[in-house]
């Protein structure tokens, strides 16, 4: 669930990505929906959370390097399409000077 659910209000736009994936269809104006949402939690009780396992493992491989640096490269670095052919250009000529140094040295 979005975590713009959690607020007292649902923006529209969260309704609109629902019905456009065809999760659901809303049959209700806009306005209707999100008050239904917002309604749709009050004075409920969760006695057992299924996917605290879940959730904890997720957190705790977030929370390595390795994923927080490859998504910070991919969303810095990766953005056009000729970011992605720089990128594999760099990494073959990278490779052809040390094959260059080192293979052609012996």
Request: glycine share 0%.
């Amino acid at each position: 669930m979005p975590s713009s659910w959690t607020t007292s209000s649902t923006p529209p736009n969260d309704l609109e990505i629902l019905c456009k994936r065809e999760i659901f269809d809303n049959w209700l104006s806009p306005d209707d929906s999100t008050q239904f949402f917002d309604k749709l939690y009050y004075d409920t009780f969760v006695k057992e959370f299924y996917y605290s396992k879940l959730c904890d493992d997720l957190n705790r491989h977030c929370k390595r390097w390795w994923p927080r640096w490859r998504a910070y490269y991919v969303h810095n670095y990766f953005t056009k399409p000729r970011a992605v052919v720089a990128q594999i250009y760099a990494v073959i000529m990278f490779i052809l000077t040390l094959w260059q140094t080192y293979i052609k040295k012996g």
